[in-house]
């Protein structure tokens, strides 16, 4: 699936260049919808990406102008405290906690606007599987179509930051 979004994606960058070099002629309407509906999508995706109520727009695998890295990793600490003890951690790190839902033990951080991303959207839940948390992540990028590493990125600072914390 990875490969053909990375396809798809090169023909549509393709398609579009060739597009706006063909229509890109002053007082072209067509192309004045195009960035306006391409400011628009931009604008929608900043002012939904601060809600958990979100979280499956952003995380769709259809959605093809976001890049999504998904990792579990296993805890043998109670679910409800490393809830606790992963946003106490996201509240000391880079990160940015947004939402938290207690009830459904779901998270939702942010990573900060770089030069290389618009920011990304970490979602995060857990598990019970036998005597272990299963932390679920998810790194989701905010509109672009490559993460240039920036998830992984997000995944290996919070191990760190959660390894960091649980030494006494």
Excluded at 75 to 104: A, C, G, Q, R
Excluded at 138 to 165: A, P
Aim: charged share 20%; aromatic share 16%.
């Amino acid at each position: 699936m990875t490969t053909f979004k990375h396809i798809l994606v090169a023909i549509l960058i393709m398609l579009i260049s060739g597009l706006i070099t063909y229509y890109l002629k002053p007082n072209n309407p067509i192309i004045m919808v195009f960035l306006f509906l391409i400011v628009v999508f931009f604008i929608f995706n900043l002012i939904i990406r601060k809600s958990l109520s979100f979280k499956n727009y952003f995380t769709n695998q259809y959605n093809l102008f976001t890049t999504k890295v998904w990792h579990q990793k296993s805890y043998d600490i109670p679910k409800d405290l490393m809830f606790e003890k992963i946003i106490e951690v996201i509240n000391s790190s880079n990160f940015k906690l947004v939402e938290t839902n207690k009830e459904k033990l779901e998270i939702l951080a942010i990573s900060t606007i770089t030069f290389k991303s618009w920011g990304e959207n970490l979602y995060i839940s857990f598990e019970t599987n036998g005597n272990e948390t299963i932390m679920k992540f998810c790194s989701t990028t905010l509109f672009q179509i490559y993460s240039w590493g920036k998830n992984e990125k997000n995944y290996d600072n919070l191990l760190n930051d959660i390894e960091n914390s649980l030494i006494v």
